[in-house]
């Protein structure tokens, strides 16, 4: 069986990679609502404006991170679609996503996105909870 980070660091599959995971947070982020939505949306909006795309270079400076990080989940899955299956374990992959970005929060030299990723940790797991159908669904589509 092929292992994800064979799947998605592939340089000929790396590059769509990355665009559909930025797509993920994207289409996450655009579905947010309310108070905690709003803040979500602005935070992520001044993380954008950094600009020199910001989002699809720490994409693709996690995906490694990222990759082994869901690595048991994707050799556990035993045929079952990937999103349902990191949703049916939402508790330790949040958790093993967290790990990586809280990590790469704390070796930042940017403010901004340090300030952001701060003020949105509170809620992140359950962020992250939400986003893994979505997130398994483009990782399968990618990895196969």
């Known amino acids: 069986m092929t ?9 000929a599959r790396r590059p769509a990679a990355v665009t559909a995971l930025v797509g993920v947070v994207d289409a996450e982020v655009a579905a947010k609502s309310g108070f ?3 803040a979500v949306k602005t935070a992520y909006a001044g993380v954008k404006r950094i600009g020199g795309g910001f989002v699809d270079r720490a994409v693709d400076r996690l995906l490694p991170r990222f990759a082994t990080a869901l ?16 949703a049916s ?5 949040s958790d093993a996503l967290l790990a990586v970005t809280d990590d790469m ?12 990723y701060g ?6 797991k359950g962020n992250v909870e939400a986003a893994l159908p979505r997130l398994g669904t483009a990782i399968e589509n990618l990895a196969g």
């Open 71 to 86: 690595e048991p989940f994707w050799q556990s899955r035993e045929g079952r679609p990937f999103g349902a299956h990191l």
């Open 3 to 11: 292992t994800l980070s064979d799947a998605l660091l592939d340089p």
């Open 105 to 116: 929060a704390a070796r930042t030299s940017n403010a901004t996105a340090k300030k952001a």
């Open 119 to 124: 003020a949105l940790r509170g809620r992140a």
């Open 36 to 38: 905690g939505g709003a």
């Open 89 to 93: 374990q939402s508790d330790a992959a």
